[in-house]
């Protein structure tokens, strides 16, 4: 069965071949979001997120991109919204998931030093994937992240590909010049 016949049988009430669509496109979502949002937890509810609205809005899909186009579309739209939501976060929050992390099982065989270390280039590196404009920053996370091809970011970014190929070099240079500090440039 294709996937437009799939997604008809769903859109005709057959829900449970939903299931077929979110275990297949799950990881792409995920990895997706987690481009943006940086924390596993956040991504995992943001997945769930983007498979509802699809599943309530797959009556609009028309065929007229692959449905995994249109999936990305919405999976950094929602993302985008979710990152503009959370630059208004207050530092109380911030501060707790920072103690959070640092806390977390996954630390034990690393000394203080190194989990300083460490958590001070993670936050070094998200800081500047978020200080890319919002177009730098899709087409970086869905190259980077999801191994998209330029033509597959144009698509979902509604864009043409020399676009996508602009907005990557300048996310890189941008990249770049924000975390020189790191390597001791």
Known sequence: MSEQEIIQNIVNGDSSKFRGLVEKYQPMVFRTVMGF???KEDAEDLTQDVFISIYQSLNRFQGDSEF???LYRIAVNTSINYVNKQNRRNLF???GDFF???NSNENFEKNPEELTIEKEREHHIKKAIDSLSEKQRTAFVLSKYDN???KEIANIMNISEGAVEQHLQRA??????NLASLVGK
């Not at 890189?172 to 010049?177: C, E, F, G, I, S």
């Open 68 to 70: 995994s186009t249109w």
């Open 100 to 102: 959070q992390n640092i």
């Open 93 to 95: 929050q911030q501060v």
């Open 148 to 150: 998209l091809s330029q």
């Open 37 to 39: 949002v940086h924390s």
């Open 172 to 177: 890189k240079k941008n990249l770049q010049q």
